[in-house]
């Protein structure tokens, strides 16, 4: 068996394409990433760098060119009947804010069941007992009073794990979760995200993580993916990744992590001026704009993905960072 038949997702020159009042815009473009059963991919980047996009992309929910391939299946051509059924049965998905995702006039136990009913054709009273064990699953107190709650009643941290429990609901090989601890403070962030950890272990399930916070995917993935301006600018193992930054764009995320031993008020490292419109992308590096190392190439040439010799780290960068993130 090649490393491409054990891959469970593999996205290959994805392109989304929207026509808008000015004009043709691709928030996701030539994107390449996979993922094998049981690993974590966090894709990272700020607001408006495609990444949501390209999940969309994934799910069919929006028209893309490309190669999506899914458990040996090519599934960026299927009709819509198709992609219903693997959407929530073979792939699962977890929003960023389940306040709004989760239906308000439905109880926790009819949100849970549905999936399940549609997917697996299971009935209400089997349904029930598989959504008491989902609840237990993802740490909810007190599961039995909890699936008689509708959704306002429950705190942010226990609607994230209902959300959870619902994407989980049919067995799903692949858990998209997108921005899943945005709205959390920070103990009930790491807590979601040891949840994840441990199913995606139990299960032997692939997670595409979602996340602005580089300092959020840290301990918890096996390779990150920078996204930036609908382009993949740096891809690498963890370990890899944190140890050996090459794109200025990475280290800016990094350098914007609070630290513990930050002295009180230090005013936080940011990335000036915004992230550039997709309608007036500048010509070559299209984090030229905004970068210190910025030279006469990066904004004329648009740099292409490279690899480190023997490593699997590539990077598109002119000028690439070659210290370590520690010196």
Request: charged letters at 25%.
């Amino acid at each position: 068996m090649t490393v491409a038949d054990r891959r469970l997702l593999t996205v290959d020159n994805l392109r989304v394409e929207i026509q808008t009042g000015s004009g043709l815009i691709r928030p996701v473009d030539s994107v390449s990433i996979s993922l094998e059963s049981g690993e974590t991919l966090a894709l990272v980047g700020e607001s408006g760098s495609g990444k949501s996009m390209l999940c969309r992309a994934i799910l069919g929910l929006v028209p893309a060119h490309g190669k999506i391939l899914f458990d040996g299946r090519d599934i960026d051509c299927l009709p819509a009947s198709e992609m219903n059924r693997i959407r929530g049965k073979d792939i699962g998905v977890v929003l960023q804010d389940p306040l709004s995702s989760l239906n308000p006039v439905m109880t926790i136990a009819s949100q849970i069941i549905e999936p399940m009913r549609c997917h697996l054709g299971i009935r209400s009273r089997e349904g029930k007992e598989r959504a008491l064990a989902l609840l237990r699953d993802v740490g909810i107190p007190r599961p039995e009073e909890r699936l008689g709650c509708y959704p306002h009643q429950l705190s942010g941290g226990m609607r994230q794990r209902v959300a959870i429990a619902i994407a989980l609901a049919c067995g799903p090989k692949l858990l998209i979760a997108d921005e899943p601890t945005t709205a959390l403070d920070v103990s009930v962030q790491a807590e979601i995200l040891a949840l994840l950890a441990r199913l995606r272990q139990e299960r032997n399930m692939a997670i595409l993580l979602v996340s602005h916070d580089l300092g959020v995917v840290a301990g918890c993935a096996d390779s990150v993916a920078v996204m930036y301006a609908g382009r993949i600018v740096e891809q690498a193992p963890v370990t890899e990744l944190f140890g050996q930054m090459r794109m200025p764009y990475t280290r800016a995320l990094f350098d914007a992590i609070p630290r513990i031993e930050d002295p009180p008020r230090r005013r936080l490292p940011n990335i000036p001026d915004l992230p550039p419109d997709f309608a007036a992308l500048p010509p070559g590096c299209r984090f030229a704009p905004r970068c210190p190392r910025s030279g006469e190439r990066c904004r004329t040439e648009e740099p292409a993905l490279v690899c480190d010799e023997g490593k699997n780290h590539r990077y598109a960068c002119w000028f690439p960072i070659m210290n370590s993130v520690n010196q």
